[in-house]
């Protein structure tokens, strides 16, 4: 698959998706290098075997060190929150919007031939049926996190079309398995099983009947890797099956604290009634094929937040 590329550079790749996804290159015989201001991502999910360049990608001297050498770029690097995106808009869009910027102005065509760019089911509208959505799907960001996201898309099919660097936009669904940091806003699986390890009540916002499309971090690697052999274009990652939040909460119940209950809050400004991808685009152009289920995987994903 790799055989064309021999060096990528991974923007974000101290964090949840990106040290999977550094990990899965590595073992492909790719050089990685790494930039990450380790804001929310640790060092020590780095494999030592990467280039490690603590840095940040709004920052020009930064990211041309980063670049050296590169002949692909996976860019991952964001600050990943829809909620937190309302109060903390400036920066969401400083790090989303103008550090992709910054990424866009330094790379040159006679090095990188691919540049991969990791976006969001959050620049989709609301679906009002638990249809799975498409790419064609209608576009209405409803949090500045989705809205950054779309510009960055567009933006990048203008700048690297110019520059003439080939794009593949991966639109990421709700994304769980190991590794994933715990903060309060990100990642509803992780933030249940720490919660319920503790033995308190998970908090679930609104009725709980939200429908989302869990997809576990390996299928999200394989497909972003795919991008480096599968035609440029946009394509949504997820598994095309939907489960409520109320689903998750009672399997993660039954597995962890049967004694425990729920506890429900007011519905959370931003976030979509139903996410769920239709997957058929990547299933063709990059052989795409996501083998895990989140039902059959809950047990090993507390095991290893348990020995965390
Ligand atoms: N986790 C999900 O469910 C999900 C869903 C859709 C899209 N995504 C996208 O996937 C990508 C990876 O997400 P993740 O879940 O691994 O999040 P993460 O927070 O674990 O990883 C993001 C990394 O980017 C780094 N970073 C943030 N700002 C930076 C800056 N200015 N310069 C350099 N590094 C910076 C952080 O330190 C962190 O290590 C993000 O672009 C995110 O928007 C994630």
Redesign the pocket.
């Known amino acids: 698959m790799s055989h064309t590329f021999t060096h990528a550079l991974v923007?974000?790749?101290?964090?949840?998706?990106?040290?999977?996804l550094v990990k899965c290159l590595l073992n492909k015989g790719m050089s990685v290098t790494v930039?990450?201001?380790?804001?929310?991502?640790?060092k020590s999910?780095v494999d030592t075997r990467a280039r490690f360049i603590e840095?940040?990608?709004?920052?020009e001297e930064?990211v041309r060190t980063a670049l050296e050498g590169v002949d692909c770029v996976f860019?991952?690097?964001?600050?990943?929150t829809i909620r937190a995106s309302f109060d903390k808009f400036y920066d969401d869009a400083?790090?989303?919007i103008m550090?992709t910027m910054m990424l866009l102005k330094c790379v040159d065509s006679a090095n990188v031939r691919q540049f991969t760019f990791?976006?969001?089911?959050?620049i989709y509208a609301d679906s009002p049926t638990t249809a799975p959505v498409a790419e064609s799907y209608t576009i209405d960001p409803q949090s500045p996190?989705g809205v950054g996201?779309l510009a960055s898309e567009i933006i990048g099919k203008q700048i690297l079309g110019q520059k003439g660097i080939p794009l593949s936009v991966v639109?990421?669904?709700?994304?769980?398995g190991p590794?994933?940091?715990l903060?309060p806003y990100?990642?509803v699986i992780t933030i249940f099983i720490n919660k319920l390890l503790k033995g308190e009540q998970p908090v679930i916002f609104g009725d709980g009947e939200q429908q989302r499309d869990f997809?576990h971090?390996d299928d999200?690697v394989s497909g972003t890797m795919a991008t480096l052999a599968g035609p440029p274009g946009t394509y949504n990652l997820g598994t095309g099956k939907a489960s409520s939040v109320n689903d998750i909460a009672s399997m993660l119940i039954a597995h962890i604290n049967p004694d425990i209950t729920p506890l429900y809050a007011a519905e959370q400004v931003g976030e979509l009634k139903i996410s769920i991808a239709d997957i058929l685009k990547a299933q063709n152009n990059l052989n795409y094929s996501p083998s895990h289920d989140i039902a059959s995987d809950i047990k090993s994903v507390i095991e290893h937040i348990k020995t965390r």
């Open positions: 923007t974000g790749g101290a964090g949840f998706i990106g040290s999977n930039i990450d201001n380790l804001s929310m991502g640790a999910s840095g940040d990608i709004r920052n930064d860019h991952l690097a964001a600050c990943v400083d790090t989303n550090g990791a976006s969001s089911m959050a996190y996201k639109r990421y669904f709700n994304t769980y590794g994933q940091t903060t990100v990642g997809t971090v999200i």
